[in-house]
């Protein structure tokens, strides 16, 4: 069983992007973990699910979740790849509408590599036109300097981007080339033809369309202000890699960060086209 407050960013991690994306036909994603995402993707009329994994006993335990994730890695559309998502994307010949990476935390050994401006401009790289990335990112145990710089530097490859929270302690980074603009409708649609979102959706609270808006945080502008010009996370100056375990037992950090980030929040809605 997944408590509550771990199924908000998983699913919204999934569905957040595929309702943005106007029609999105291939997907990748970059860490399975319990198949939730993968499995909110899998709801959408896709043609390709490419999800990649390091850790092949992760694959093994996320049938445990089958209930939760709805037996995606059963659906015919899913590629199951075992890989390191940044040499997969470095080979990928497939240009993808929505790139999805959640790996885990970057205080883990390696994965500071998955949150450097080499890395996010190598995933714009693979994107198809009008494509959206989604990077997933903590806002527990690490310093506020940390979660800005991860934020400046994906603001490298996608300056447009903008920030959107599920809980206090887990953030998504969305970025695209033009920012978004939510079509209120086509989520009112997704509530009334589709059960399996509005079960997805109730899980974590939401019973209609307008309840989706309440997770952005920081529109584009806002989140520049907060990034500020601090120094970035790349492949030659790794400082995540450093700085991220030494945040490990800092008290109260998600709540000091989402205080943080709510003093630069000055747009409370999203995009919206002009019908809505």
Known sequence: MLFRSDM???LFTGHLPMLLHPAPRRV???GLGSGVTAGAVAQYPVEQIDIIEI????IEASRYFEAENRRVLSDPRVRMIVADGRNFLQNARTRYDVIISEPS???IRGLATLFTREFFALAKSRLAPGGLMLQWVQSYSLAPEDLRMVAATFRTAFPGASLWHTT???NCLLGSETPP???LETVRRRFETSAPFREDMARIGFHG???LLANLLLGPDDLARFAGQGPLNTDDTLWLEYSAPQSLYLPESADVNYALMRGY???????LVAAD
């Open 181 to 183: 603009a939510i079509l």
């Open 265 to 271: 929040r000055s747009l409370d809605l999203p995009p």
């Open 168 to 170: 206090v302690s887990d």
């Open 28 to 30: 990748l994603v970059i």
């Open 8 to 10: 908000h960013p998983q």
């Open 209 to 211: 369309p307008v309840a």
């Open 55 to 58: 850790e092949p006993a992760v």
């Open 105 to 107: 935390n970057p205080w």
